[in-house]
T-cell receptor, first 113, second 108 residues
Framework: DGGITQSPKYLFRKEGQNVTLSCEQNLNHDAMYWYRQDPGQGLRLIYYSQIVNDFQKGDIAEGYSVSREKKESFPLTVTSAQKNPTAFYLC????????????FGSGTRLTVV | GQQVMQIPQYQHVQEGEDFTTYCNSSTTLSNIQWYKQRPGGHPVFLIQLVKSGEVKKQKRLTFQFGEAKKNSSLHITATQTTDVGTYFCAGTTDKLIFGTGTRLQVFP
């Protein structure tokens, strides 16, 4: 079955460490996105990518970095510069940016200890 | 900046009662999408509305897009415990902006 796979499901990080969240899709979607969700809150856009080797900053890109070397993959690195990284991170994809419904992965819960 | 607000923030209903959540944008939207997120889960796409005044139904769910394309609503008839979750609208201007969400709790 086609879908989006995020790993790991839970991740613990020490302060000052960088950590990379994986996102892989086999839906042949062109666009991919990273969102952050805090408890009881909505979704805030971190980065998005419309095509391979190109990506754009979202509303809260500071302290994060991404790459899009393959169509299927869009990893997110949470750097030590992100002041409050504990959150639920969701990856999504769609056929085109800002069009059609998004398909979300099951998310990664990151906790800084 | 562009904002999409939803009300209410929380709604508790008795099973069998109806439920409505409202979505309001500060700018005109080209389309509106609705998602459902179960507790501990991820958002799942429900539907997209494109035309002014459009109404779509999915079983007990009725979705409406306002005439001015700045607001939308989701109405659930005769709620069931399986309807529990947070419902998000998401509107497109030059990018997709998610609303703040309405958390629905259904008591049996």
């Amino acid at each position: 079955d086609g879908g989006i796979t995020q790993s790991p499901k839970y991740l613990f990080r020490k302060e000052g460490q960088n950590v990379t969240l994986s996102c892989e899709q086999n839906l042949n979607h062109d666009a991919m996105y990273w969102y952050r969700q805090d408890p009881g809150q909505g979704l805030r856009l971190i980065y998005y990518s419309q095509i391979v080797n190109d990506f754009q900053k979202g509303d809260i890109a500071e302290g994060y970095s991404v790459s899009r070397e393959k169509k299927e993959s869009f990893p997110l690195t949470v750097t030590s510069a992100q002041k409050n990284p504990t959150a639920f991170y969701l990856c999504a994809s769609s056929r085109q940016v800002e069009s059609y419904g998004y398909t979300f992965g099951s998310g990664t819960r990151l906790t800084v200890v | 900046g562009q904002q999409v607000m939803q009300i209410p923030q929380y709604q508790h209903v008795q099973e069998g009662e109806d439920f409505t959540t409202y979505c309001n944008s500060s700018t005109t939207l080209s389309n509106i999408q609705w998602y459902k997120q179960r507790p501990g889960g991820h958002p799942v796409f429900l539907i997209q509305l494109v035309k002014s005044g459009e109404v779509k139904k999915q079983k007990r769910l009725t979705f409406q897009f306002g005439e001015a394309k700045k607001n939308s609503s989701l109405h659930i008839t005769a709620t069931q415990t399986t309807d529990v979750g947070t419902y998000f609208c998401a509107g497109t201007t030059d990018k997709l902006i998610f609303g703040t969400g309405t958390r629905l709790q259904v008591f049996p």
